[in-house]
């Protein structure tokens, strides 16, 4: 596979990881994630207006750099190195993305927004009894005059503590489609059950309770968003991937330099050939991992089953190389590997929860099956 940035995705790459290096201190974003308001809002204003990343991959007509994916993939395995708990993936990749594909002023306002980084968005979309299924949905929406009135549940709606915007998937009467609704945080009837996750993000756990939004909150045309959220789900997922990309890479590295160092029976414990063997084991499950994300990366493009097989493949292929890597690495460091002072034990909890994000390797692996059976 040829994949080799251009000269601008090489700057990209330089600035983000500079940026990263000189501003994102590993220990204040975990305090402010661990007993804090969970993420950084001056970090947030800076990605946007000092180094310009929320809008790399959006177009310029909303005030963007006219990127894609590999810009995604950049930014997302940056963030991934430096662990980052901003809700990049939950607003630009999926939040930007919906809006692009419902068109319209509304869209459009809302899309400017993210790249300034005023507008924080969470895909309230998953429900007791939907499992991965984005269309299982129970929610429903119907009109009321000039109004749309939102009733249902949403469970495990990451990023939605920090929102300012919700987009909810319902159901309407005239329909038998997924549609898809625009809330404001704040918005009367809504109630969110914030918590922190493994991983030190937050979620909530949300209820609409006769929510009455504008008729203009139809993002798109009822019924019509099935679609555009299985196509969203799939720039999730290559995302993701990337952001584990850069975490196991980051775990690797810290894993070699402790063998180096830790010494054991006078000598080095990196001389021992079975914790080799398992640094080399490491590796190799570190460099399929890149391969599967490049390509999804390149299939995003693809029609629908194409796209979709590269974004199965690519998850089970992420969640087994982020079980073994995590694992390995906190084995390796021995009871180190747990404590809070060394970075290892944060990315182990946060390449386990990557594991289970938008549907597991199990899912995943039963998907590809589905989608290459004759």
């Known amino acids: 596979m040829d994949f080799e940035y ?13 940026f990263l290096a000189a501003r994102y201190e590993l220990e204040k974003s975990r ?46 395995e940056a963030f991934g190195g430096a662990l980052v708990v ?8 999926v939040g930007a993305g919906l809006l692009q594909r419902a068109g319209g ?3 459009a306002e809302l899309s400017s927004g993210i790249v300034s980084g005023d507008v924080i968005t969470a895909l309230a979309a998953l429900e007791a009894d939907s ?36 987009l909810v998937t319902a159901r309407t009467p005239d329909s038998d489609g997924v549609s898809l609704f625009l809330v404001p945080a704040g918005t009367a009837g809504l109630t969110l059950h914030s918590y922190r996750t493994i991983d030190e993000r937050r979620a909530a756990d949300i209820v609409l ?41 980051r775990v690797l590295a810290d894993t070699v330099e402790y063998a180096k160092q830790r010494r054991q ?32 990366t390149l ?15 690519a998850k089970a292929t992420i969640g087994r190389a982020a079980r073994f890597v995590g694992q390995s690495a906190v084995q390796l460091h021995g009871a180190m590997g747990m404590t809070e002072e060394l970075a290892v034990g944060h990315f182990f909890k946060r390449l386990t929860a990557i594991q289970f994000e938008w549907g597991t390797t199990d899912q995943h692996i039963a998907r590809y099956a589905a989608l290459t059976r004759p």
């Not at 984005?134 to 005059?145: E, F, N, Q, W």
């Not at 549940?153 to 990023?159: G, L, M």
């Not at 414990?269 to 391969?291: K, N, P, Y």
């Not at 299939?299 to 493949?313: C, F, H, I, V």
Request: aromatic share 6%.
């Open 31 to 76: 305090a402010a994630a661990r007993v804090g308001i969970g993420w950084q809002p001056e970090i947030w204003q800076a990605f946007a207006n000092e180094v310009g990343i929320l809008g790399a991959a959006l177009p310029e007509s909303v005030g963007g750099f006219d990127g894609g994916p590999v810009e995604t993939l950049i930014i997302a």
């Open 86 to 93: 901003e809700p990049y993936v939950d607003t630009v990749v």
């Open 105 to 107: 002023a509304r869209a």
């Open 131 to 166: 499992g991965y299924n984005l269309t299982k949905v129970s929610t429903t929406a119907r009109r009321d005059g000039d109004e749309w009135v939102l009733d249902g549940t949403k469970t495990v709606v990451t990023s939605a503590p920090l929102a300012t915007h919700l």
């Open 299 to 313: 299939k995003l493009g693809a029609a629908p089953a194409e796209r979709a097989r590269a974004a199965a493949a």
């Open 209 to 249: 309770d006769g929510v009455r939004v504008p008729a203009d909150a139809l993002l798109g045309s009822e019924g019509a968003a099935d679609d555009s959220l299985a196509a969203a789900a799939d720039e999730a997922i290559a995302a993701v991937c990337a952001e584990a990309v850069g975490a196991m890479r």
């Open 265 to 296: 029976f006078g000598v080095p414990i990196g001389s021992f050939q079975a914790l080799q063997h398992r640094m080399v084991d490491m590796h190799f499950e570190v460099e399929q991992a890149i391969a599967a994300t490049y390509l999804v």
């Open 6 to 18: 251009t000269a601008e995705q090489q700057l990209l790459r330089d600035t983000v990881t500079e």
